[in-house]
């Protein structure tokens, strides 16, 4: 299993059931300096070296708690290591919540195949019931990293009080997808309308500095306390 997002443009999923560094320049002329802003790591001479997490090197329905993974390149070798902590704020988790699965339990109590995701293509997985419910997985990396980037499975919004997925980050992102409130910031992101086709979106941070965490907070906007939802969490690409 392997998505790279830094090298391969994200291919469109469909459900198949229910919901369906350009560089920074300065120059002077006389009496008069014009500087252009560079963006994050314009001013970088280094290039990014990036690697691929593959979730998949732990077994399907491995829980994540305790884990360590690692990320790899076949021409970089072995990257940053990866271990991500979990911290639920209100709500109950599913059978499938912070796991490596292609799977979920959606607010009826039936699991479901994660839109786009399969046996071979797995990722963590977020899946909370309750009104409301919250939870915040924060992925600590071994070293300083320059930008993440990673594919988001089945943001979707069903009813307000069954299922209305929401995620937010604690760096900045653009993302692109389609049907979003925002693409860019650090969230809440949201569907604005109900499920109709459903593709998955494409997560890249834009932090100006690097960083050593990066948290992600699934929130089900909903008002049933019977009210579920479930998010996949794709390959990451690493990059330093």
Same mark, same amino acid.
């Given at each position: 299993?392997?998505?790279?997002?830094?090298?391969?443009?994200?291919?469109?999923?469909?459900?198949?059931?229910?919901?369906?560094?350009?560089?920074?320049?300065?120059?002077?002329?006389?009496?008069?300096?014009?500087?252009?802003?560079?963006?994050?790591?314009?001013?970088?001479?280094?290039?990014?070296?990036?690697?691929?997490?593959?979730?998949?090197?732990?077994?399907?329905?491995?829980?994540? &708690? +305790?884990?360590?993974? =690692?990320?790899?390149?076949?021409?970089?070798?072995?990257?940053? #290591?990866? *271990?991500?902590?979990? /911290? $639920?704020?209100?709500?109950?988790?599913?059978?499938?919540?912070?796991?490596?699965?292609?799977?979920?339990?959606?607010?009826?109590?039936?699991?479901?195949?994660?839109?786009?995701?399969?046996?071979?293509?797995?990722?963590?997985?977020?899946?909370?019931?309750?009104?409301?419910?919250?939870?915040?997985?924060?992925?600590?990396?071994?070293?300083?990293?320059?930008?993440?980037?990673?594919?988001?499975?089945?943001?979707?919004?069903?009813?307000?009080?069954?299922?209305?997925?929401?995620?937010?980050?604690?760096?900045?992102?653009?993302?692109?997808? &389609? +049907?979003?409130?925002? =693409?860019?910031?650090?969230?809440?992101?949201?569907?604005?309308? #109900?499920? *109709?086709?459903?593709? /998955? $979106?494409?997560?890249?941070?834009?932090?100006?500095?690097?960083?050593?965490?990066?948290?992600?907070?699934?929130?089900?906007?909903?008002?049933?306390?019977?009210?579920?939802?479930?998010?996949?969490?794709?390959?990451?690409?690493?990059?330093?």
């Amino acid at each position: 299993m392997h998505v790279d997002v830094d090298r391969a443009e994200v291919s469109k999923r469909t459900s198949p059931s229910r919901r369906a560094l350009v560089s920074g320049a300065a120059w002077a002329a006389p009496a008069v300096l014009t500087a252009v802003a560079a963006p994050a790591w314009g001013a970088a001479s280094v290039p990014l070296k990036c690697y691929t997490m593959d979730w998949g090197q732990l077994a399907t329905g491995t829980s994540l &708690t +305790g884990k360590t993974l =690692t990320s790899s390149d076949p021409v970089l070798g072995a990257g940053p #290591t990866m *271990s991500p902590t979990l /911290a $639920i704020s209100s709500g109950t988790a599913t059978a499938y919540n912070f796991e490596v699965d292609y799977r979920g339990v959606w607010y009826d109590n039936s699991t479901l195949v994660v839109a786009g995701m399969s046996t071979t293509n797995t990722g963590m997985i977020l899946n909370l019931r309750g009104a409301n419910a919250t939870e915040t997985v924060t992925l600590s990396f071994s070293q300083p990293i320059r930008e993440l980037s990673f594919v988001v499975y089945e943001l979707n919004r069903w009813t307000t009080t069954t299922e209305n997925d929401t995620l937010s980050f604690s760096q900045p992102v653009s993302i692109t997808g &389609t +049907g979003l409130n925002a =693409t860019t910031g650090t969230g809440p992101f949201y569907r604005t309308a #109900t499920y *109709s086709a459903l593709t /998955a $979106i494409t997560v890249r941070t834009t932090a100006t500095s690097a960083f050593s965490t990066f948290a992600i907070t699934y929130l089900d906007a909903v008002t049933a306390s019977s009210g579920g939802g479930y998010v996949g969490i794709g390959d990451l690409t690493i990059c330093v």
